[in-house]
């Protein structure tokens, strides 16, 4: 288990596969994340979660859960690069309800700590659509800068958008968390 | 994810619908209409839920089942099919239960479905076959965008004759500028 301040961070398995199905289904959640899918049934949904239980090195899924268990999300290393130790990390939060609460940076910051302190990693990124204000507002918050603009790179609501790839890099982030406190 | 429109919900069909799809596919009415080459006998709820788990499990199909926003009850199925990502292209069907015709159902669906289709998945063109005698069908297209491209004369045989179906199309273009 990851701990957060407000979240802890579980291995991501079948065991959560209704809030995935409902998360990865719902509209607006899908909306900003940048993946495009058809309506996902019960099957496929439990096939991608059994297939959490077979992690490989390079890539790793946790779901969210609030410190009264709660699920609420799922984030990860969708990357994972040993060699020229780099990472790029993935992050949604799934109960519409809980956004603008601060659960999502929290989860973040827990992911980006663990990335820097257990993986030993030299830097963390990761890409968002240019029209996701509340995400970018939250990597923003976190430290992260934008390192590069892949202009009109993403089709969203009938129009193209920018992607933007976003960074942080080990000196930064310990620089940072020198001057906030540690979860316990 | 699901689509969702002002009175509907389409979500992923599921293996548990085989039930309510046999009732709706075995309706006399339904099938005249249908003009599906592939059926022709009556089908058991079996047979339906091994239909479901094949198609789920293929690859470039989507397959729908159209749900009330209230209640979540079952009304029809919507099906993409022959996704052509080169081209941009997609097949659309749809069949509703005879108890939800008439009610702007179809329309509404074959609409968001449309939505979702040119703004979302940035699909150019969407393209169906209908039976020349299912004009309520025809109309419901036509309200969405879709216009004739042409007849398939006597692709199949039904009421002890040979009949035609329409091939229509719609453009993501002509989609969006209805909206204007």
Redesign the interface.
Known sequence: MIRGKKVNLVAAGPEYVEFYKKW????V???MLGV?????????EREWAERQLEPTDDRRQFTILTKRGRPIGNCGFNVIDYQNRFAVLGIMIGERELWDKGYGTDALEALVRFGFETLGLHKVCLTVDSVNARALACYKKCGFVVEAVLREHR????KYCDELWMGILEDEWRARARSAPRAR | ????TKRLV??????EDAEFLAGVVNDPEVRDLLGAYELVFPVGPKAEAKWI?SV?AREGE?H?TVTLRRGGRPIGILS?KDMDDRNASAHLSIVLERPSWDQGFGTEAVAGVLDFL?????VHRVWLRVNERNVRAIRCYEKCGFSRDGILREDHFERGCWASSIIMSVLADEF?GRGR
């Open positions: 990865i289904n719902d509209p959640v899908v909306d495009r899918n058809y309506p996902i049934s019960a099957e496929r089709f969203h609501r009938g | 994810m699901n689509i969702e389409l979500r992923a069909l599921e293996p788990a789920s989507a729908m993409v040119f703004n979302r998945m940035n969006r």
